[in-house]
Nanobody
Framework: QVQLVESGGGLVQAGGSLRLSCAASATSVKIFSINAMGWYRQPPGSQRELVATMSSGGSPAYADSVKGRFTISRDNIKNTVYLQMNGLKPEDTAIYYC???????????????WGQGTQVTVSS
């Protein structure tokens, strides 16, 4: 079993900041490598959308709506990805999900793994 566990969500006023974390772990298998890791969000009544991703080499990509406000980073030793969110707006309110493309041993099988989500609420 491979899982991603998010933390850091909560309630914040508009203009405030939050930092989300997402750590990968495994039982019965071992994590061999993690390719892309990223953050997605699902606002109330809307579909899930991409927020930011980062390749294993460290190249980031952002949705236009968060460029200049959000920063994605990762610690490959800790198998963790972060999302620093500054200048939060009410429209950033959503459930934020972590996603990772994870290869495990001994079978060297690549998995697409999603976290359970963490709620971010921005009040006006």
């Amino acid at each position: 079993q491979v899982q991603l566990v998010e933390s850091g969500g909560g309630l914040v006023q508009a203009g405030g900041s939050l930092r989300l974390s997402c750590a990968a772990s495994a039982t019965s298998v071992k994590i061999f490598s993690i390719n892309a890791m990223g953050w997605y969000r699902q606002p109330p009544g809307s579909q899930r959308e991409l927020v930011a991703t980062m390749s294993s080499g460290g190249s980031p990509a952002y949705a236009d709506s968060v460029k200049g406000r959000f920063t994605i980073s990762r610690d490959n030793i800790k198998n963790t990805v972060y999302l620093q969110m500054n200048g939060l707006k009410p429209e950033d309110t959503a459930i934020y999900y972590c996603r990772g493309t994870i290869t495990t041993t001994p079978e060297y099988y690549e998995r697409d793994v999603w976290g359970q989500g963490t709620q971010v609420t921005v009040s006006s």
